[in-house]
């Protein structure tokens, strides 16, 4: 009982704290858009920020996940899976009405504890009412599908149905790639999922068949940033090709820690560090492909910036402090529609990994919200 109040209370801070900023700052909700799944409008031609993360629960680590990305400002935040942790989605949709409040549109895909329960170690069964209370509540009627922000264009895809060669969901991928790596109004394209194609060594492992279908796809159709939640810590990437004779190994085109240049290939982030209680530890030293990797709880930050031509990523973890930083600089434009095939020979001087900063950028101003499930 005092779980579930300690939980209510802080619900209840966060929403009132919430509205207060609302009136404070006169955002008005058109509810016309509040359900589009396929485009977002593009309020700020200026540039915008979007969060993720995966793994929350309904804890008091979840409560300071949401109350530091509310304070980071950003227009969307991308839900990685794995919400709730219970038999229901109550109390996670709690926290989504929360951002919701304060215009912040959002968007999702599906965990493997958002299809079953786990009662015990070696027991699962599915849970087609919480699963469902998902889909109502982002009124999705499929769990694979894409969308517009400015000049980037963002595939959700599922783990937790089939997306092997030849399935529905592959070749919805595959379509939409090529749709969006030829339209002339997008320069970013960003793919989340759950579960993972890549990994250093931890509790869980990586999926051959997903890495193996889906990365080539990736790489042909210019993708620039796959997010991936599942295990319980934080990881990025350097940017990595596809290696046809090893796929457990990919080829590694730039090692530079911090910053990249029009890089070839993939950058694939883990962050599965919304607040699910169970850490999970490294079980052996970094895979080569990994730059970055440590345990916290927090959120990273995208922000698209310099007219759209900059990423800009931030891990700011829960204890103030920012964990990681780099940037994806493609001021020079390139054509994504061709296959990315030459290792980039354009490496910088390595940069410390463990950056730590006691402050927080300037919030720019919220645009009116128009609340997207």
């Not at 694979?144 to 030849?166: C, D, K, W």
């Amino acid at each position: 009982m005092k779980f579930f109040s300690f939980e209510y209370s802080m619900l209840t801070l966060i929403i009132t704290s919430v509205l207060i900023l609302i009136l404070q700052s006169q955002i008005t909700t058109n509810n016309e858009y509040r359900n589009d799944v396929y485009a977002l409008d593009k309020i700020n031609s200026h540039g915008f920020n979007f969060a993720a993360a995966g793994d929350w629960g309904c804890n008091h680590n979840t409560t300071n996940t949401i109350r530091n990305i509310i304070h980071k400002d950003p227009e969307l935040v991308l839900g990685l899976g794995d919400f709730s942790y219970r038999d229901n989605a109550d109390c996670w949709l709690r926290y989504a009405d929360a951002l919701y409040a304060l215009g912040v549109k959002l968007k999702i895909t599906f965990g493997n504890h958002d299809h079953l329960s786990y009662p015990a170690e070696s027991l699962t069964y599915h849970s087609p009412d919480r699963l469902q209370q998902y889909i109502n509540h982002f009124n999705l009627s499929k769990q694979y599908y894409s969308f517009n922000r400015q000049n980037v264009h963002f595939i959700a895809m599922s783990t937790e149905v089939p997306f092997e060669l030849g399935s529905n969901q592959y070749n919805f991928v595959k379509r939409d790639l090529q749709m969006s790596a030829t339209d002339p109004a997008i320069n970013w394209i960003v793919v989340f999922y759950h579960r993972l194609a890549y990994t250093s060594p931890t509790i869980v492992d990586s999926i051959k068949t997903l890495r193996d279908t889906y990365h080539p796809l990736f790489q042909k159709y210019g993708v620039d940033l796959v997010m991936q939640a599942h295990s319980h810590n934080y990881q990025r990437t350097y940017p990595v090709q596809f290696n046809s004779s090893d796929s457990l190994n990919p080829i590694i085109t730039d090692k530079n820690v911090t910053n990249y240049y029009n890089p070839k290939g993939q950058i694939f982030t883990i962050t599965g560090t919304g607040g699910a209680p169970d850490i999970h530890n490294f079980t052996g030293p970094a895979a080569p492909y990994t730059a970055v990797q440590f345990n916290a709880y927090g959120f990273l930050d995208i922000a698209v910036t310099h007219n759209g031509t900059i990423l800009e990523g931030n891990f700011y973890a829960n204890n103030d402090t920012l964990k990681d930083h780099f940037t994806i600089d493609k001021s020079k434009d390139i054509d994504k529609s061709t296959v990315q095939s030459n290792p980039s020979k354009d490496s910088k001087s390595l940069r410390e990994n463990d950056q730590i900063a006691s402050g927080f950028p300037q919030k720019h101003s919220k645009p009116n919200a128009n609340s997207h499930k």
